[in-house]
């Protein structure tokens, strides 16, 4: 799975001369690890040159102690089956030498020779040949040492570590570390918690004179011209005066400066260099870096020299973005903008890259470019628990945004050391502040941060990052939505106002969290459950988090949906092939029922979560093994910048346009189609729009009427109170009449539908009287009531609800609290539900969504299956077989594999939901990570879709492409 490789090692290097990188993927370099309480007496001996380490293991850096040892084979595969648990933790949850030796590089012919460490998890002591150099505490704090008087440029060093465990418990004791790694309900406990040296080991050469954190700002006085600064700190290391020259350009642009500087002995200046003194700084039409799908995310680089005499001492490149960030919490929610734009939120949360640390290099590319590919636009770096530099750079390199989190998780204690959290959080603001991806900085998931932290967190923030981003104490409450609920609904209920989360304000508003449980494919299923595991469900599924474990994802609800909505599944594969539809419907709805929404209260939504640590059943779009499961190509869909997409509650069809471009002479159209695959003429709607920049706009209704019947008209009602009118004028049919309560919380009104009746659906006209929070129960004996719905956003006016449907004769609206000084009081109270009426469609039918141009050229298109019975999709196991068409090309470049293929469907039925995969014709193996522009689609008689997949020349090897092609309609394939 993972990729990090000797070509990042190489970059690395090639990229600036005067460093040599002690990482193993030096092909020079060897490191080994040993327990401290291994080593007895032999602790006096491993910092001589030559020492034996033949009993020790093989160290992975940068790394963790038990990434080393499984990497080794002195531990099973973690990620399969129940190994991990098995894992004796005490081996690990411990203190661990690191040792290696190294020669200085021939070319090392300046002044000063540095040692540097870039992350130690969770505290370290340093020794080279012999000698303590330095102590490191939090994985964040970086060590920088002089070490030109201690290393030799003609025998061997020996560089050993000491690395000191995190000690439980991690939250949020032990912060700053990577808490996670205790377990949580997404991961397992990792043995060792994630210690050891966890970033890039170093060595630089410098002059007397070298260059400390540089910090490129952009103003932005129009977007027509931006003002550029650039502070730095230059560090004079000899014990005499030095006077230099800073010089530097900006690319693109060939912009240049230079300032001479004066540095005392031992001492360390400021630099400031702007507009005021260089007004070449100022650049005119500026290439603007903007988030995914609101323009190119462009970067600049500066290269920065410092200068002795014609000699250059030190040298730094910066790569940066010419952007401005403010925002606004109009409403009580939180609006980004961006270069002036205000930018809708796409997004989801990252809990860790990987559960042991492995995610290396180039591997952030790959996890961000799908995230681009689902057309997000921001990444939460949840609980700060991604620390590596490529994550960054691939963020500003694809236009994602980050909402970064410090490490601190609600549970009301501070960490044991606040002022190592402090400086460890003023390192991660120096370390990264230059990447114009950074939008937002969170103290809290979930909380607060204690005193003295959030008001140190804040002053942080405005003196390292000069307030330019936006600082967040709390990850679910002012100004946001709450977080959660992280289980599965019907679509509709995303809709429906106000799905509401845990924690801040009602509303959809800007939802930090909000996810549902979602099952892989069966092929990625079979990579990490032992063969006798794989059906029925059971404890290997739990310790993959599908069962109490992950208790949070609703997994037996999420089982009910597959098997109530698409028919009782019949083994694994069948359940696999059913959870992918799930997953489509319900990560498809969560995005479009936030975009119906746009800045009518909506501002953005981040999914929980977006990409998988650990091989899991539970909070992914694609899986740990690069599988696009059917919640990346929901999410994938809804996400798309110009969006065509259908609202399931009032059946309207709306244009949402999350891009910063009017789009004129549009055509939307819509189309509904039954199983034999001919289309109802009567529902055909077609509309030409012009669509505003950054907007939701409502084009048409489709009619399927019979949903609104109201079963409640004309039936009894019965009230605990009654102080205006009797109960009966709720179900009247008159909306002139209306019915109230005694001036009481805990008032109730109900109506008998005569005879049980399904129901999934009420709509209450409240008068000035009205219930700030209620509940809507069911009963069949009215005495035993059960709820269906509870809303703490009660409204004068028309409150319309919709929930998973359920049986009962009687209705009740229960009142919790009163929204005024009076009672209750409803002109109507309708309910919905009953028998549907198939007004000419099949039991479950099609709709089918298109956006043109004004050429006719496709821009968006859209699917959805309907039932007649809302929640009960089973006739789709009755589907007829279909016959396709697959033509198919590959072509190789520059490294890549491209397969271009065009699927036909030559049947007169629906092909559902077609998945196309691209496999090794010799081992039938998928290949990925694969980037592709579709799957589970869906044609129509005589359709056609073109899918293009990629990926890497490496991945396929000598062997050759063989494609799968498998729409729904098959018989499910049973394995092995």
Same mark, same amino acid.
């Given at each position: ?187 397992? /406990?990792?043995?060792? *918690? #994630?210690?050891?040296?966890? !970033?890039? =080991?170093?060595? +630089? ?5 070298? $260059? %400390? ?86 970067? /600049?680089?500066?290269? *920065? #020299?410092?200068?002795?005499? !014609?000699? =250059?001492?030190? +040298? ?5 973005? $010419? %952007? ?91 960490? #044991? ?560």
């Amino acid at each position: 799975m993972l990729c990090a490789s000797f070509a990042l090692f190489a970059a690395k290097a090639s990229a600036q001369t005067d460093v040599f990188y002690l990482n193993d993927t030096n092909s020079q370099i060897t490191w080994k690890v040993k327990a401290q309480a291994d080593m007895g007496a032999d602790s006096l001996k491993l910092y001589k040159n030559g020492y034996a380490t033949q009993d020790w293991v093989k160290a992975v850096v940068p790394g963790t102690v038990f990434a080393s040892y499984v990497a080794a084979g002195l531990e099973k595969d973690p990620n399969f089956g129940d190994n991990i648990y098995k894992v004796d933790k005490i081996k690990y949850d411990r203190d661990f030498w690191y040792r290696t030796e190294f020669d200085v590089p021939a070319n090392f012919n300046k002044e000063k020779i540095w040692l540097n460490f870039k992350g130690i998890n969770r505290k370290a002591d340093i020794y080279l040949n012999g000698t303590k150099i330095g102590a490191l505490d939090g994985f964040m704090q970086r060590g920088v040492y002089d070490v030109t008087k201690l290393v030799s440029k003609t025998v061997p060093n020996t560089l050993a570590v000491l690395v000191v465990c995190p000690q439980n418990p991690l939250v949020n004791y032990a912060s700053p570390t990577y808490i996670p790694s205790a377990s949580w309900d997404w991961m397992p /406990y990792v043995p060792g *918690l #994630n210690s050891g040296i966890t !970033d890039d =080991v170093y060595l +630089s050469n410098t002059g007397a004179l070298s $260059i %400390k954190d540089p910090w490129i700002r952009t103003e932005l006085p129009t977007n027509a011209r931006a003002e550029v600064s650039i502070a730095l700190q230059v560090k004079n290391s000899t014990n005499t005066f030095q006077s230099g020259v800073i010089s530097g350009v900006i690319s693109p642009g060939n912009i240049a400066f230079e300032q001479k500087i004066f540095v005392g002995a031992n001492s360390t200046a400021d630099v400031k260099l702007d507009t005021r003194r260089f007004p070449q700084l100022i650049i005119n039409g500026p290439k603007l870096w903007w988030p995914n799908g609101y323009g190119d995310p462009n970067l /600049y680089t500066c290269k *920065l #020299n410092v200068k002795l005499g !014609d000699a =250059v001492s030190d +040298s730094k490149e910066v790569k940066f973005g $010419i %952007k401005k960030y403010s925002y606004d919490t109009v409403g009580r929610v939180l609006h980004v903008y961006v270069n002036g734009t205000k930018i809708f939120l796409k997004g989801g949360n990252w809990g860790m890259a990987e559960y042991m640390l492995r995610c290396r290099g180039a591997e952030y590319d790959t996890k961000v470019k799908l995230h681009k590919e689902m057309n997000f636009n921001i990444i939460r770096n949840w609980i700060g628990s991604t620390t590596d530099e490529e994550f960054y750079d691939a963020c500003d390199k694809y236009g994602m945004m980050v909402w970064d989190d410090f490490w601190l998780n609600s549970i009301p204690n501070l960490p #044991n050391d606040v002022n190592t959290f402090n400086a460890n959080a003023i390192e991660k603001i120096k370390r990264f502040r230059n990447h114009p991806s950074i939008a937002i900085w969170c103290g809290d998931n979930e909380g607060d941060p204690m005193p003295p932290l959030n008001n140190w967190l804040r002053e942080d923030i405005a003196t390292y990052d000069g307030g330019d981003r936006h600082y967040q104490p709390n990850s679910h409450a002012g100004n946001l939505t709450g977080s959660g609920p992280w289980t599965n609904f019907d679509p509709r209920w995303y809709f429906s106002r106000f799905p509401n989360g845990f924690g801040g304000n009602p509303g959809w508003g800007l939802r930090s969290e909000i996810g549902t449980a979602v099952f892989t494919n069966v092929e990625s299923f079979k990579k990490f459950i032992p063969a006798d595991k794989l059906w029925p469900r059971n404890e290997m599924w739990n310790l993959h988090f599908f069962g109490p474990s992950a208790g949070n994802a609703g997994p037996d609800r999420y089982d009910d949906g597959i098997n109530n909505r698409y028919g009782k599944a019949t083994g694994i594969e069948d359940y696999c092939r059913k959870a992918q539809l799930l997953n489509i419907e319900v990560n498809k709805a969560m995005y479009e029922g936030w975009e119906d929404n746009m800045w009518e209260d909506a501002s953005g939504i981040l999914t929980w979560m977006s990409q998988s640590a650990y091989p899991s059943l539970v909070w992914q779009t694609y899986d740990y093994y690069y599988d696009l499961t059917g919640a990346y190509w929901g999410a994938k869909k809804a996400c798309e910048p110009l969006h065509i997409q259908w609202n399931p509650v009032n059946n309207a069809i709306k244009i949402i346009n999350t891009t910063g471009d009017n789009a004129a002479g549009l055509t939307a159209s819509a189309e509904v189609y039954n199983t034999d695959g001919l289309p109802v003429k009567e529902y055909a709607l077609s509309k030409t729009v012009d669509v505003p920049a950054n907007t939701a706009l409502n084009c048409f209704s489709i009619n399927f009427a019979a949903e609104h019947e109201d079963l409640a008209k004309g039936k009894p009602a019965f009230a605990s109170s009654s102080a205006t009118g009797e109960p009966a004028l709720v179900s009247d049919g008159n909306s002139g009449s209306r019915w109230a309560s005694n001036q009481n919380d805990n008032e109730w009104i109900y109506i008998d539908l005569g005879k049980e009746q399904t129901i999934n659906g009420v709509k209450l006209n409240w008068e000035e009287a009205y219930a700030k929070a209620f509940k809507i129960q069911v009963s069949m004996d009215s005495k035993t009531w059960k709820d269906a719905a509870e809303s703490g956003d009660g409204h004068v006016g028309v409150q319309q609800l919709t929930f998973d449907e359920v049986q009962g004769r009687y209705v009740r609206m229960l009142g919790l609290q009163r929204g005024s000084g009076w009672g209750y009081s409803l002109w109507d109270f309708e309910v919905y539900g009953g028998q549907p009426k198939s007004n000419g469609l099949s039991d479950v039918h099609f709709i089918k969504l298109k956006l043109t141009d004004k050429n006719g050229k496709l821009i968006s298109d859209n699917f959805y299956w309907r039932g007649n019975k809302r929640t009960d999709f089973s006739a789709l196991n009755s589907l007829p077989k279909v016959k396709l068409k697959v033509s198919s090309a590959v072509k190789k470049s520059n490294g890549k594999y491209y397969v271009t293929a065009k699927v036909s469907n030559l049947s007169p039925a629906a092909a559902f939901a077609i998945r196309v995969q691209a496999t090794k014709a010799s081992t039938g193996e998928q290949i990925l990570p694969a980037i592709m522009n579709d799957n589970y689609f869906s044609l129509m008689r005589g359709e056609s879709k073109e899918v293009t997949i990629e990926f890497d020349a490496e991945l396929l090897g000598k062997d050759a492409v063989k494609l799968l092609v498998e729409p729904y309609n098959e018989p499910v394939k049973v394995g092995k």
